[in-house]
């Protein structure tokens, strides 16, 4: 099992920025994407970035040059963090983090933080 703790969400401005942070706790495995979704009112939920556990990072078009995921390891765990900067209004979404060791059909997924963006 896999535990997956976020933080950092809020209510912001247009043009203003963000840490987001998933505190990654229990038997992670030494191969693995940890990565950050979001889902919007009334859309389905959709990449935001990941990063491999010996570090390549993948992000979605729509926040290539805003976002920036990046990883914190300890003998307590993992942190994934998501900076998130410029936001918009259509950033607004409930960000979930996700954990995946596919090789062995692992798939895990936080609760979710909740970011709103107003204009």
């Known amino acids: 099992q896999v535990q997956l703790v976020e933080s950092g969400g809020g209510l912001v401005q247009a043009g203003e920025s963000l840490r987001l942070s998933c505190a990654a706790s229990?038997?992670?495995?030494?191969?693995?994407?940890m990565g950050w979704y979001r889902q919007a009112p009334g859309k389905q939920r959709e990449l935001v970035a990941t990063?491999?556990?010996?570090?390549?990072?993948?992000?979605a078009d729509s926040v290539k040059g805003r976002f920036t995921i990046s990883i914190s390891k300890d003998n307590a765990g993992n942190t994934v963090f998501l900076q998130v900067n410029s936001l918009k209004p259509e950033d607004t979404a409930v960000y979930y983090c996700?954990?995946?060791?596919?090789?062995?059909?692992?798939?895990?997924w936080g609760k979710g933080t909740l970011v709103t963006v107003s204009s």
């Open positions: 990063i491999t556990s010996d570090g390549r990072t993948n992000y």
């Open positions: 996700n954990y995946q060791a596919l090789q062995y059909g692992d798939i895990y």
């Open positions: 229990g038997s992670i495995l030494s191969i693995n994407t």
